[in-house]
């Protein structure tokens, strides 16, 4: 096994970081003390290539592997978990789910933009009594001639007010079950679709997460990936990869908080030296630098996965389980290494363990991830 990086992952690591300290850094903490999406950040993300890095240059994306994308969503979600997820959402669900299961027109008229940065998008899947339970769609779309007529309600939607193109999870027979899901492509401005309030949330606070509501909107039957029915298969295989991506930002933000806690046991001092120097505080480092190396292989091992066209679906959900848990376990010991100041915002670390929690959710609880594995265990 060959754990070398090339020297074309090093390069995407190194713009990666580059553009996390000089672009998402400056305003970090404003932005998440007033819940300020990072418009212009996230603009210039896309300019750099990060919002389509594994889309095929033909569609206007980068045509990176999964592995650059995976060291990329590390290095920015070590300075802004609200900005990662933005591209999280864009490259793993939206436009891997495009390209892969769209036609050549649905390719062409919306996957070029979103691979570009050109605009935004959004994955439509949860719902008020349908999160964890995607089978459960209360929103449905009826065929009616040339169009589909929907109607319902999306919960915890991320980019949901700045996106310009969604992916909305929809029952078209409802009497099938999870076999009469379908899923559509909706724009920003169609009469009948509302984006709700914007949620006041614990963790990354800049990220605009919204309900939005469709009213007999009309979807033209071209707008539909796939056959009838196909939704749920759909959603299933997308949120195998969007896993990974959000292992991806859990490892990041528990890497962000270790290199912050180790830095400033470096700098302060107690009983006449710096703190790195007392025992206790070292074995706080070990066991965060350990967890963090061992969370780094499970997500890169997942990308890795991916890329060779194996069946991913157990790799993601295991990194994503215990990246995720790492997230919450560094980034509380980072607090306790920084000690009072761990608990005042310009220190960034508790800003770090509020946005961890949410990894632990979305994408699948850690419950839901536990069942995928032992699926996989079991089979």
Not at 181 to 186: C, D, G, Y
Not at 200 to 207: A, C, M, P, T, V
Not at 333 to 342: L, N, P, S, T
């Amino acid at each position: 096994m060959n754990f070398e990086l090339t020297e074309e992952h090093i390069a995407v690591r190194e713009a990666a970081r580059e553009f996390a300290q000089s672009e998402l850094l400056p305003g970090v903490i404003d932005r998440d003390t007033h819940a300020i999406f990072p418009k212009e950040q996230v603009k210039k993300m896309g300019e750099l290539g990060f919002l389509g890095m594994m889309v095929k240059p033909e569609y206007h994306g980068g045509g990176m592997d999964t592995l650059s994308y995976v060291i990329a969503m590390e290095e920015l979600s070590k300075i802004d978990a609200s900005a990662s997820v933005a591209m999280s959402v864009n490259n793993s669900l939206v436009c891997w789910g495009l390209e892969k299961y769209g036609s050549e027109e649905q390719k062409e008229k919306y996957l070029k933009p979103l691979a570009s940065g050109e605009v935004l998008g959004a994955f439509c899947l949860s719902e008020p009594e349908a999160g964890s339970d995607a089978t459960s769609q209360r929103t449905e779309a009826k065929l009616e001639g040339d169009h589909y007529v929907l109607n319902g309600t999306k919960n915890w939607i991320t980019n949901g007010s700045s996106a310009n193109i969604y992916l909305v999870i929809a029952q078209t027979h409802p009497e099938l079950g999870h076999k009469g899901i379908s899923v559509f492509i909706v724009e920003k401005g169609w009469e009948g679709f509302v984006v709700g309030k914007k949620e006041d949330k614990l963790g990354i606070r800049g990220s605009d997460t919204h309900s939005l509501m469709f009213t007999d909107v009309k979807v033209p039957v071209e707008n539909r990936i796939g056959d009838e029915g196909f939704g749920f298969t759909f959603a299933m295989e997308t949120l195998n990869g969007g896993r990974i991506g959000i292992a991806a930002q859990a490892l990041g933000i528990a890497a962000g908080a270790y290199e912050l806690a180790l830095a400033y046991s470096k700098e302060r001092k107690a009983f006449g030296k710096p703190i790195s120097q007392h025992q206790a505080i070292q074995f706080k480092l070990a066991d965060m630098a350990t967890q963090i190396e061992a969370a780094r292989l499970l997500v890169y091992k997942a990308a890795w996965t991916k890329d060779q066209g194996e069946d991913y679906s157990q790799a993601s959900a295991i990194a994503k389980l215990y990246a995720s848990q790492v997230a919450m376990d560094v980034t509380v010991e980072a607090i306790q290494v920084h000690g009072g100041y761990g608990y005042v915002k310009e220190y960034h670390v508790e800003r770090l363990m509020r946005d961890a929690k949410i990894t632990q959710i979305y994408e699948g609880t850690s419950e839901i991830q536990k069942i995928v594995i032992s699926r996989g265990i079991l089979r």
